[in-house]
């Protein structure tokens, strides 16, 4: 298999981990896999498989992101000599329109996953404008493969109704219940980042960009302090809205970027989740903070739906909504057995949700593609 994204390793953020996650189970089982993607001098983390870089440039606006410009020549000989028997695109950008055309050409099967809404983004950057051209441009990418592959049914009933493709697979993503656990709180920890006791831990996690709505947040939390509410706003993760956060959320803590079990040990030692983004496609934050035993508030997104229960392991609320979402923490925030309660249901649903039985789903939604296409 030949795999195409626009971020495989110079950043490590959500989408990267899964499909290096994915690349590691197929290596495993025995498929070989080839990758192509953009790199940078200083790559976050080592890459799974092996990687072919391509030529990209950054992003003006978002320098830490970059574009990949296509493939050349001595890319294409690469590919052409993988021999691969399926294409999977993971991003609809230049990278994975030229892959698309070339696996026309060449009569390879195509598949794609679905893991951001980048129609939504554009609202974010003064590109409202654009928002129906991106959908538009969407819709024909995706009506060409023969399986788009989002993270949650909600997700997928938007891409039907959108009329992006009829041949909609959920991909969802699994969560290693292992390592985030409610056994890994850790009170001492909270009070070295000056978190009392008795005040309640609201924490944020994930990429601090406007486009995870970082600005509702704010409002949202320090509008519970205006209130005299003993809660302590914990923002786990780095980015460029970092500056603006630091400088207008009331008594924040910033725990910076955290991984593994430091950033376990964060979502544990916090009591309730906050997540007010409406772009995720599925939200591996979420599900790793109810894993941790998190009641979750989220703002009702494509993503968040799938996950949180409203009324059951947390709420679902509009995120144009300020008022109602500080009102769902202020309940959770002054009922510690609500927050329990919710907390509890929160990681028995996180459990269900296994990598080894998902990766293998996808493996068999491969192989079916290839019987219809004749792949041997």
Do not use: C
């Not at 950008?93 to 679905?114: M, Q």
């Not at 788009?148 to 992006?164: D, L």
């Amino acid at each position: 298999m030949a795999l195409f994204t626009g971020n495989y390793n110079y950043i490590k953020d959500g989408v990267a981990l899964t499909l290096n996650r994915l690349v590691a189970f197929l290596e495993k089982r025995g498929v070989p896999v080839l990758v192509f993607a953009p790199v940078a001098e200083t790559p976050a983390f080592e890459p799974a498989g092996e990687l072919v870089p391509v030529p990209s440039f950054a992003i003006p606006t978002r320098r830490e992101y970059r574009i990949a410009t296509g493939l050349p020549e001595a890319q294409r000989k690469r590919l052409a000599d993988f021999r691969p028997t399926l294409f999977h695109i993971a991003v609809p950008d230049i990278l994975g329109y030229r892959a698309l055309r070339l696996a026309e050409k060449w009569n390879v099967p195509v598949v794609a996953s679905y893991h951001t809404r980048y129609d939504t983004y554009l609202r974010f950057y003064g590109l409202g404008l654009f928002e129906k051209l991106g959908r538009r441009y969407m819709k024909n990418f995706y009506n060409r493969v023969r399986r788009v592959y989002p993270p949650s049914e909600s997700m997928a009933e938007i891409i039907r109704a959108q009329g992006q493709s009829r041949h909609v697979e959920v991909w969802a993503r699994g969560v290693d219940s292992e390592l985030f656990s409610p056994a890994r709180r850790d009170m001492a920890w909270r009070r070295a980042l000056g978190i009392a006791d008795n005040e309640v831990a609201v924490s944020f996690a994930g990429r601090l960009v406007k486009e995870k709505n970082t600005a509702v947040y704010m409002r949202v939390m320090n509008m519970l302090a205006a209130r005299g509410l003993r809660v302590k706003p914990l923002v786990i993760g780095d980015g460029p809205e970092m500056a603006a956060m630091r400088a207008g959320l009331r008594n924040g803590v910033f725990a910076g970027f955290l991984h593994g079990q430091e950033l376990a040990r964060a979502y544990a030692s916090s009591d309730i989740f906050f997540f007010p983004s409406e772009s995720e496609t599925f939200g591996n934050v979420t599900l790793e903070a109810m894993a941790s035993g998190l009641p979750a508030v989220n703002a009702i997104a494509s993503g968040s739906t799938s996950l949180v229960v409203e009324g059951e392991t947390g709420y679902l609320v509009s995120a144009r909504d300020e008022a109602g979402l500080a009102a769902r923490l202020e309940q959770l925030a002054t009922d510690g057995g609500l927050r329990i309660r919710m907390g509890g249901a929160a990681r028995a649903r996180a459990l269900s949700f296994s990598w080894d039985a998902i990766l293998s789903g996808l493996l068999d939604s491969y192989r079916t593609v290839l019987r219809e296409a004749n792949v041997r």
